[in-house]
């Protein structure tokens, strides 16, 4: 399965490809995306390139650190069935981040 990508077009014209789970997180870019205006890159022309990138890297490192903390905070269930279910759906949706600490936990019980 591939990652869905978006352009982003800065003040110099130059475009850069983020994901867009990623970018979406950005309330003015998910606005621009719901409003079918991305077609063609979405137009960031108040923001210069080398910024652009920051602010990319910044959204990257901030979704990953809040996938962390989710995926610690799913494992604490401790109800049987519940971390079996868990487990099951992690397997069949090919969530492997999910599923090594489900199956972990579900064995140290």
């Given at each position: 399965m591939?990652?869905?990508?978006v352009?982003?077009k800065?003040?110099?014209g130059?475009?850069?490809?983020?994901?867009?789970?990623?970018?979406?997180?950005?309330?003015?870019?998910?606005?621009?995306?719901?409003?079918d205006?991305?077609?063609?890159?979405?137009?960031?022309?108040?923001?210069?390139?080398?910024?652009?990138?920051?602010?990319?890297?910044?959204?990257?490192?901030?979704?990953?650190?809040?996938?962390?903390?989710?995926?610690?905070?799913?494992?604490?269930?401790?109800?049987?069935?519940?971390?079996?279910?868990?487990?099951?759906?992690?397997?069949?949706?090919?969530?492997?981040?999910?599923?090594?600490?489900?199956?972990a936990?579900?064995?140290l019980?």
């Amino acid at each position: 399965m591939s990652t869905k990508m978006v352009v982003l077009k800065n003040s110099n014209g130059e475009s850069f490809e983020a994901e867009e789970a990623i970018v979406l997180q950005t309330q003015t870019i998910a606005r621009l995306v719901e409003d079918d205006c991305a077609n063609k890159g979405i137009p960031l022309e108040n923001v210069r390139s080398h910024i652009l990138e920051k602010m990319i890297e910044y959204r990257e490192k901030e979704f990953q650190d809040l996938i962390k903390k989710w995926d610690a905070e799913i494992v604490k269930v401790n109800d049987q069935s519940t971390i079996f279910h868990l487990i099951l759906a992690a397997k069949n949706l090919n969530i492997k981040s999910l599923f090594v600490p489900l199956l972990a936990k579900r064995l140290l019980i």
